[in-house]
């Protein structure tokens, strides 16, 4: 076999991807083999790993990607992987590599280069990751897709990043347009590398925040170490009989309980102030606290001086669900312009 037929590599890791070993299944396990064996047979120089998982195309071009892509959320995307026509999934939420559902992977007889795990608290997802020929209607190019012993999606092939498209602004239509909306214009920040993420910043006591819009869910979403960080620094407390379940990546259930605080973040001119929190993920929000009967820190119109020392770190999994920004019929990622705007009417005065 030629210095090209790769086995599994060492485990790739991410923010909430901390734990990338794991045994090959069966199945891949039987492709790998017989991978290896035809790979075996190659005269002469052998192609790259792309092109080793590439099968030959049969399937017709797609037409060149426009300048803006406009979809509804949850909707679906015409992807050529390695020949085949498939449904990707776009996701405001998802980082990192297209993940594709394990029957796809192993239909396109894609072998495993490397290993990778999706960690959502105690938690763990194994996966893989190999190069493919990817083509979104200007030609194939190699890029890295991942996939687990999991679906990826329930409605498509699997899932794709706006941070992967190959548009200059990527819109998702949330409602219908009505007169009189304002644009609102945040700063689009690209962080991770590899396993990027979009979104935005803002500042909280002396650390910047990384918030990311995720229409897909309904409550803004932080992890424990984030919630100990906000509700010390802008008087947090979890609201009595507010337990909870976040559906992740991959159909993971984690339990939650819903924090408000009684300062409200600013996210340009949006207030930020509830946030379900993963109770059991990276540590406890010991920090946090009860919200009591006629807690006199949420009176309106009352001065808060804070006692409260600001304690904790924030990650980077800040989630802006979709209650937030209900009163909003767009979210744009100007991915050329660096820059995501909001078209909203002004919020109803219970937001």
Excluded at 311 to 323: A, S
Aim: hydrophobic fraction near 40%; include cysteine.
């Amino acid at each position: 076999m030629n210095g090209n037929a790769r086995g599994v590599a060492s485990a790739a890791t991410n923010v909430e991807e901390r734990s990338g070993t794991g045994s090959v299944g069966k199945g891949m396990l039987r492709n790998l083999r017989l991978a290896s064996a035809l790979l075996a047979l190659c005269v002469g120089p052998c192609w790259s790993v792309a092109a080793q998982n590439a099968a030959l195309p049969t399937t017709p071009a797609l037409p060149p990607p426009p300048e803006e892509l406009v979809l509804a959320v949850g909707e679906t995307i015409p992807v050529i992987v390695n020949g085949e026509l498939l449904r990707l999934e776009v996701t405001g939420e998802a980082f990192g590599p297209p993940v594709i559902n394990p029957a796809v992977a192993e239909r396109l007889w894609l072998v495993p280069e490397s290993r990778r795990g999706w960690r959502f608290g105690p938690v763990v997802v194994d996966g893989y990751t190999a190069d493919a020929a990817v083509d979104f209607g200007g030609g194939p190019a190699a890029m890295a897709i991942a996939w687990a012993d999991r679906p990826a999606s329930t409605i498509a092939d699997g899932v794709i990043g706006v941070h992967h498209l190959p548009h200059a602004r990527v819109t998702f239509a949330l409602s219908r347009a009505v007169p009189g909306e304002s644009m609102h214009r945040l700063a689009l920040r690209r962080v991770g590398g590899g396993n990027a993420r979009l979104g935005t910043e803002v500042t909280v006591g002396k650390k910047r925040l990384m918030m990311i819009f995720v229409p897909e869910r309904a409550e803004n979403l932080v992890t424990a170490p984030t919630a100990n960080f906000i509700a010390t620094h802008q008087e947090g407390g979890f609201e009595p009989g507010s337990d909870g379940i976040a559906v992740m990546d991959f159909g993971v259930e984690r339990p939650t309980r819903m924090m408000r605080i009684a300062e409200p973040i600013p996210l340009g001119e949006f207030a930020v102030e509830r946030f379900a929190v993963r109770v059991e993920d990276y540590g406890e929000p010991t920090r946090v606290g009860e919200i009591g009967e006629n807690d006199p820190r949420f009176e309106k119109g009352r001065i808060l001086v804070s006692r409260r020392k600001g304690r904790g770190k924030p990650d980077l999994l800040t989630r802006i669900g979709r209650d937030q920004i209900a009163h909003c019929s767009s979210l744009t990622y100007d991915l050329a312009g660096s820059e995501i705007r909001l078209s909203c009417t002004e919020p109803a005065a219970s937001e």
